[in-house]
Nanobody, 123 residues
């Protein structure tokens, strides 16, 4: 499966942004999808994951209550709605996919990655 992330940009603290990740290739609903982010000089951080049918979600502690992950299997797209953004949310955001069964936060669990989209939150 090939992934293409988009929607990044510059936003003020407290604002919102919606990222999209379009997938091509095999049956999209067969893949659990995730978002990760990586700030300069830091390790890649788990943001959230969603099951293939969209029924289960799992979030990283730093974004719980502010970010929401969703998907539209008819459009082969997964979304990340980011609200109440903070300067510390500034990072390159990556979407990822796995055909494995669980929602897992480790990046090595995911076999397919998009190219990343930059989100910058100004104070």
């Amino acid at each position: 499966v090939q992934l293409q992330a988009s929607g990044g940009g510059l936003v003020q603290a407290g604002g919102s942004l919606r990222l999209s990740c379009a997938a091509s290739g095999r049956t999209f609903s067969a893949y659990n999808m995730a978002w990760f982010r990586q700030a300069p000089g830091k390790e890649r951080e788990f943001v959230g994951a969603i099951s293939g049918n969209g029924g289960s979600m799992h979030y990283g502690d730093s974004v719980k209550g502010r970010f929401t992950i969703s998907r539209d299997n008819a459009k082969n797209t997964v979304f990340l709605q980011m609200n109440s953004l903070k300067p510390e949310d500034t990072a390159v955001y990556y979407c990822a996919a796995t055909s494995r069964a669980l929602l897992y936060s480790g990046p090595t669990y995911y076999s397919y990655w998009g190219q990343g989209t930059l989100v910058t939150v100004s104070s």
